[in-house]
């Protein structure tokens, strides 16, 4: 019963989140004035993590977020991921704007197979095309669900 209940809560989760990204998505580009690398933009470190059971599939999802301004679609994606992951991206790529680094402008939904306990480090990542970016995060495999 309670396993149901949470993959329940999980899903009630992921369809909120597909929703606001999707209102996000629709709202024009914030104003201009952000601080920006060298290239214009920088894919945001925001110190994502999930910490889950071993041995069971799970679901999860890792933001995508951005500072500065750039005028071509950034592609995003993930590498190093544990083998068997599933991803998918609901809006991708992201179109022509900026943003401050503090409003999710994307997410990437992946789907984990049974792990074996032990930490597993991919890196998110951006390119307009001329640049790629990325940054870290984590996946904590161990007994139970959830960080310390």
């Known amino acids: 019963m309670l396993r149901s209940t949470?993959?329940?809560?999980?899903?009630?989760?992921?369809?909120?989140t597909a929703l606001t990204l999707?209102?996000?998505?629709?709202?024009?580009?914030?104003?201009?004035?952000?601080?920006?690398?060298?290239?214009?933009?920088?894919?945001?470190?925001?110190?994502?993590?999930?910490?889950?059971?071993?041995?069971e599939s799970w679901w999860t999802y890792f933001w995508i977020t951005i500072d500065g301004e750039w005028s071509t679609p950034i592609e995003v994606g993930a590498r190093n991921l544990p083998a068997g992951t599933t991803t998918s991206l609901p809006h991708s790529p992201i179109p022509p704007g900026s943003s401050d680094g503090h409003t999710a402008l994307n997410l990437i939904a992946m789907t984990l197979p049974p792990l074996p306990f032990g930490v597993y480090r991919p890196v998110l990542t951006a390119s307009d095309g001329l640049q790629t970016q990325s940054v870290p995060v984590t996946i904590q495999v161990q007994e139970s669900w959830g960080c310390a």
């Open 6 to 16: 949470f993959g329940a809560a999980r899903m009630a989760l992921g369809l909120v």
């Open 22 to 55: 999707a209102l996000i998505a629709g709202q024009p580009a914030a104003a201009a004035g952000t601080t920006t690398s060298a290239g214009g933009w920088q894919l945001t470190n925001i110190g994502q993590r999930i910490c889950i059971p071993a041995g």
